[in-house]
């Protein structure tokens, strides 16, 4: 083959090629072209509101865009210890007045009211005897009958007769009650309690009564009270001068209505008188009787239409602002302060109303051995 039969060959090789290359070029930008056009007629961009009619009122139920809702997603990393397998979601008969903005509490009985009072720990433990904590048992049993709960007391329970204790209430029918009350007087750090041979993680005792898992008391109040210690911070304070003298399924939160009231907040030191008691649950019960109490019309403290969390307010207004620490021979901790913690997950206003007489429970004493 000569040089130019050569050159023709390659020549002719080559404009095939780049014909092609140009056809498959042109092919593909249609084809882009047409998809593009295609999402755009068919899909309208997000960012591009309805305008709604004239005078029309806002509504949350068509104020997302209709053609395509928006995802809803964690503010949050993801997690590789996040479980991907997912497990049938419990059901359970939804409770009375699901939708009104309070607690229905008209049931048979108020609830059950425990009181875990731990004195005496395990040497070991290097814990001192916590003196004047039956004075605070004995003060808040008596302020919860008020509230008409009928009241179990088990003193000196070690980490495993906590744990069973609470999944044996758990465990219980209370399909015909109000709520249920658990107050714990311990020793305490951040996010543990302590049994008389042990600690325990304030998760591990709330765990067997989250919605899921204790289902009659889904939808209805779940109170937890913690006379503990969450740390070992001392609080100094500030001084103040006076400048002058129903259709459908509605799935609910498994951690929803619960109310945690604890004696601190997180780090610092909880404190309690060794003749009279802890500040906190002796404000709490005194304020209890303030509003419950017989006297309470005569009381001019007393407020019309007083609710619970609202009533936690008011004690965290007596631990802060009258009482300080008398520990005149360490100035250290002499002349400290303390303020009490409320964490909410409740969905209504929880009230106490009155039971008629024969309702209320008559009076319990109880073991461990009763469980």
């Known amino acids: 083959m000569s040089d130019h039969q050569g050159g023709s060959v390659l020549s002719t090789a ?21 998809r593009r056009s295609s999402m755009t007629t068919s899909h309208p961009a997000q960012n591009s509101p309805r305008k709604p009619a004239v005078g029309s009122a806002f509504d949350w139920k068509t104020s997302r865009t209709l053609e395509e809702p928006a995802q809803d997603l964690q503010d949050a990393l993801p997690s590789p210890a996040v479980r991907t397998v997912l497990t049938p979601v419990p059901k ?4 009375v007045g699901l939708f009104s903005t309070r607690y229905f509490m008209g049931h048979a009985k108020r609830g059950t009211a425990v009181i875990i009072n731990n004195r005496h720990f395990i040497l070991s433990l290097g814990m001192p005897e916590r003196k004047g904590t039956d004075e605070d048992a004995k003060a808040l049993s008596g302020a919860l009958k008020l509230l008409g709960f009928e009241v179990l007391q088990y003193d000196n329970l070690t980490v495993h007769n906590m744990a069973e204790a609470m999944k044996y209430f758990a465990s219980l029918n209370h399909s015909d009650v109000d709520c249920f009350l658990t107050a714990v007087l311990t020793h305490g750090d951040e996010g543990v309690l302590f049994g008389t041979d042990g600690k325990m993680s304030i998760d591990r005792l709330l765990l067997p009564f989250k919605g899921n898992k204790c289902l009659t008391l889904a939808g209805k109040p779940k109170i937890f009270i913690f006379q503990a210690c969450r740390g070992d911070k001392l609080d100094r304070g500030v001084d103040l001068v006076q400048a002058d003298d129903e ?11 619960f109310l945690l009231a604890y004696s601190t907040i997180p780090g610092f030191y909880s404190w309690r008188n060794t003749d009279n008691g802890s500040w906190y649950i002796q404000a709490l019960a005194k304020t209890i009787h303030v509003h419950y109490g017989e006297n309470r019309e005569t009381d001019p403290r007393w407020e019309a239409n007083m609710d619970f969390v609202k009533l936690l307010t008011r004690v965290n207004f007596e631990v802060s602002y009258f009482y300080k620490s008398n520990v005149p021979t360490n100035p250290e901790l002499d002349q400290q302060k303390q303020v009490p913690s409320i964490v909410s997950m409740l969905t209504r206003d929880l009230y106490f109303p009155a039971k008629p007489p024969a309702l209320l429970p008559p009076p319990q004493s109880a073991s461990m051995e009763s469980l």
């Open 14 to 34: 080559w404009n095939y090629f780049g014909d092609l290359l140009k056809k498959r070029k042109g092919s593909n930008t249609s084809a882009s072209d047409q």
């Open 92 to 95: 359970t008969p939804a409770p």
């Open 247 to 257: 259709s459908g399924v509605y799935r609910l939160p498994s951690e929803a209505d």
